[in-house]
């Protein structure tokens, strides 16, 4: 099985991105293209979901597009789900992730919590498993 749906993320720090995502929320590279020393596209790959990241680059699409560094706040957030909420609090909060609520259970079932990676995006964990 594999994701119909992949977020796609900016970092003004691609490469700290990559080696930071991996360490906190435990996902893996499983492509990284650098060009000219800035990550410009990276899949990262949690169970069988996916994130893609790259990096802040003047291009086409680069002008279409924002972090939250520049925006001021959170334009999205993430969820991804996993099977120990605690141990995976910790594991992130360990590696400097600022945890915002939770681990906490939930009225609809599963328990999460949410945090704030180093550029300030909003990431979502949790047991809950909207396809079962």
């Given at each position: 099985?594999?994701?119909t ?13 990559v ?5 906190a929320?435990?996902f ?29 680059v ?14 001021g ?46 550029e ?13």
């Open positions: 099985m594999s994701s749906v992949i977020p796609g993320l900016r970092y003004h720090d691609a490469a700290k991105a080696e930071w995502l991996c360490e929320f435990g893996e590279a499983r492509l990284v293209v650098e060009e000219s020393g800035v990550i410009v596209h990276a899949q990262l790959t949690h169970g069988t979901g996916m994130v893609m990241i790259g990096g802040v003047d291009d086409e699409y680069g002008r279409l597009v924002t972090t939250v560094m520049e925006a706040k959170p334009t999205e957030t993430v969820y991804v789900i996993v099977a120990d909420v605690e141990a995976h609090a910790e594991r992130a909060r360990t590696a400097g992730a600022e945890i915002l609520t939770g681990p906490s259970e939930q009225d609809y079932g599963g328990s999460n919590y949410t945090c704030r990676d180093f300030g995006n909003i990431w979502n964990f949790g047991s809950y498993n909207p396809w079962t």
